[in-house]
């Protein structure tokens, strides 16, 4: 039987899996940390009595480590949809220019080269760090209130305002997050690091949908699809994170390829996406959005 592109993204070796399972590891450790000392994530960002303000970045700051060159924060803004009531905020994490790998270069669109092209103000852009402007959004965490990840996603380039690599490049700064610093906290840097790497042939999956969805949108509409405020969320995928953490159990009994075959919605649009907001499975993206 052929494969599409996103069933091979989800062929996972054994290697792999025991990075995951390292990563598993991780995070059972935070996760015992945190209920030690009767804290939280989000508590972590922030002084245990602060209410969390729209848009604001937490911590103040952001997190930036200097050697590896990643930077994150966590922000919460009005939700819509379903997420509205479930979810607290999210995570964004980024890798800056410095450390790339080797050999990446941005995507280059003959639009991108007009010069009266309006860029759309960035909705939530990361403060400058290091010497370089290009930085690279890897993907967005989501928590819910007990701060138990939710929700993964990408976003279009004018949400942060970063530079656009392909997707494959994308892949391959995953395994370059690294938060080697203390601050705010140990534990939460240790966290965001390992969500990424027990995540990440999802993530992986969620890139290529990302890149399908944005040059897919470009084709439809014509625009300058990066500035289109029009589309947000360029891929999505529930997550439950226990879940997860058994399947990681079960994997050394069995294949993982076929447990991890979930369902990723599709990219939550402000319109023109006539298809809905059904599940898929993963194997059904190549039927959208052009179907």
């Not at 030690?36 to 002084?47: F, G």
């Not at 050697?67 to 994150?72: E, G, L, T």
């Not at 890897?138 to 949400?159: C, K, M, Q, S, Y």
């Not at 298809?275 to 898929?280: D, K, S, T």
Request: charged content about 25%; aromatic content about 8%; proline content about 7%.
């Amino acid at each position: 039987m052929a494969r599409s592109d996103e069933d091979e993204g989800l062929r996972v070796s054994r290697g792999e899996i025991e990075r995951m399972t390292i990563a598993a590891a991780v995070i059972r450790d935070c996760r015992h940390e945190l209920a030690a000392r009767n804290t939280s994530l989000v508590s972590e960002l922030m002084a245990e009595s602060a209410a969390i303000s729209e848009w604001r970045h937490y911590p103040e700051g952001e997190v930036y480590d200097p050697s590896s060159h990643c930077q994150y924060f966590f922000h919460a803004h009005p939700e819509k949809g379903p997420q509205a009531a479930t979810e607290q905020g999210h995570f964004h994490t980024f890798l800056r220019a410095e450390g790339m790998p080797i050999g990446v270069t941005p995507l280059l669109l003959p639009e991108l080269a007009v010069a009266d092209v309006p860029i759309l103000p960035p909705q939530a852009p990361p403060l400058k760090r290091g010497t370089r402007d290009e930085v690279s959004h890897l993907i967005a965490i989501a928590i819910d209130f007990r701060g138990e990840p939710v929700r993964l996603f990408t976003t279009n380039r004018w949400v942060t305002g970063e530079t656009w690599y392909r997707a494959d490049d994308v892949i391959r700064m995953l395994d370059r997050f690294v938060i080697a610093e203390q601050e705010p906290s140990q534990v939460l840097n240790r966290w965001v690091g390992a969500v990424i790497q027990l995540y990440r042939p999802q993530i992986a999956v969620l890139l290529h949908a990302r890149d399908k969805a944005v040059m897919s949108w470009r084709r439809r509409r014509r625009t300058h699809v990066f500035e289109d405020p029009r589309l947000e969320v360029t891929s999505s995928q529930n997550i439950n994170l226990d879940a997860q953490l058994a399947l990681l159990e079960r994997a050394w009994f069995g294949p993982l390829e076929s447990a991890l075959r979930r369902s990723v919605a599709l990219p939550s649009m402000a319109e023109g996406w006539d298809e809905g907001q059904a599940l898929r499975p993963i194997g059904a993206v190549n039927g959208s959005p052009d179907s």
